[in-house]
């Protein structure tokens, strides 16, 4: 099993910056594919951007060029630093880690953004 536990989820008014990170214990493996996935109100989960164990990113076309994801193996960390924050970002978001098939999620942080 694998726990994934996020945080620096909150409210930020349009233009805004916030960094979520979230900390992977368990049965963690290097080569696990994290991610960051949102859900907004009424709307379906979707992913926000991925990084293989690689490296290589993949984001949504929605946060290209506004959101990095970031990986560090060794702190068994994964973060996603967002900028130039729209509105439509608000959404409760997700780290994700997938294994062979297997997915695990945290449990979500909210992300609010508005004047």
């Known amino acids: 099993q694998v726990q994934l536990v996020e945080s620096g989820g909150g409210w930020v008014q349009p233009g805004g910056s916030l960094r979520l990170s979230c900390a992977r214990s368990?049965?963690?493996?290097?080569?696990?594919?994290l991610g960051w996935y949102r859900q907004a109100p009424g709307k379906q989960r979707e992913p926000v951007a991925t990084?293989?164990?690689?490296?290589?990113?993949v984001y949504a076309d929605s946060v290209k060029g506004r959101f990095t994801i970031s990986r560090d193996n060794a702190k068994n960390t994964v973060t996603l630093q967002m900028n130039s924050l729209k509105p439509e970002d608000t959404a409760v978001y997700y780290c994700?880690?997938?294994?062979?098939?297997?997915?695990?999620w945290g449990q979500g942080t909210q992300v609010t953004v508005s004047s």
């Open positions: 990084m293989s164990s690689g490296g290589v990113p």
């Open positions: 994700h880690s997938l294994r062979f098939g297997n997915q695990f």
């Open positions: 368990g049965s963690v493996w290097a080569y696990d594919v």
